[in-house]
């Protein structure tokens, strides 16, 4: 079945740490997006991809990186600049980027400190 | 003030109920508008999606936007259990870097 995949369900990440969240999908969509979800604040945009080997800052993209070397995957590196990294990562994807193509959303990694 | 105002709720309904859930807005250049439902712990579901003013109709939901008064709003007929979710408005603009701005979410509870 064709869809996104976020891996793993489960992340922890001590003080000074890395770490770095994986999202593939093979629905051949252009356009990936990573989003960030708390409680009581809705999604907010950390970083998106247009097409490969090339990304663009989104609202909060401070303490986060990423790369986008191949079509079906952009992986999130969450740096130990983030200083509140607990939440919930969203990985989305659309066939194109544009605003008549509605994103589809993978299931998420939870993101503790230890 | 955000640009997308949603309530968080909770929302608790009878099964059978018809359920209202809206957003407001600021940004009169959103363009399109969409409904997600995102079940605990798992990501969000594309519900509805529309594009400018107008109803759209599946099934038991119905959408609704009202550019005049910067508000949308989703339909719920004969609520079930199974609909018992958060409910995130969504909407973008005609760019093409298809940026979503999304609400805070509502959370709706269907009593069996």
């Known amino acids: 079945d064709g869809g996104i995949t976020q891996s793993p369900k489960y992340l922890f990440r001590k003080e000074g740490q890395n770490v770095t969240l994986s999202c593939e999908q093979n629905l051949n969509h252009d356009a990936m997006y990573w989003y960030r979800q708390d409680p009581g604040q809705g999604l907010r945009l950390i970083y998106y991809s247009q097409i490969v080997n090339d990304f663009q800052k989104g609202d909060i993209a401070e303490g986060y990186s990423v790369s986008r070397e191949k079509k079906e995957s952009f992986p999130l590196t969450v740096t130990s600049a983030q200083k509140n990294p607990t939440a919930f990562y969203l990985c989305?994807?659309?066939?194109?980027?544009?605003?008549?193509?509605?994103?589809?959303f993978g299931d998420g990694t939870r993101l503790s400190i230890l | 003030q955000k640009e997308v105002e949603q309530d968080p709720g909770p929302l608790s309904v009878p099964e059978g109920a018809i359920v209202s859930l809206n957003c407001t807005y600021s940004n009169s250049a959103f363009q399109y508008f969409m409904w997600y439902r995102q079940y605990s712990r798992k990501g969000p579901e594309l519900l509805m999606y529309?594009?400018?003013?107008g109803n759209k109709e599946d099934g038991r939901f119905t959408a609704q936007v009202d550019k005049s008064s910067k508000y949308i709003s989703l339909f719920i007929r004969d609520s079930q259990p199974s609909d018992s979710a958060t409910y995130l408005c969504?909407?973008?603009?005609?760019?093409?870097?298809?940026?979503?701005?999304f609400g805070q979410g509502t959370t709706l509870q269907v009593k069996p």
């Open positions: 969504a909407m973008s603009t005609s760019g093409n870097t298809g940026k979503l701005i």
């Open positions: 989305a994807s659309t066939r194109q980027a544009g605003s008549d193509q509605p994103q589809h």
């Open positions: 529309t594009y400018s003013s």
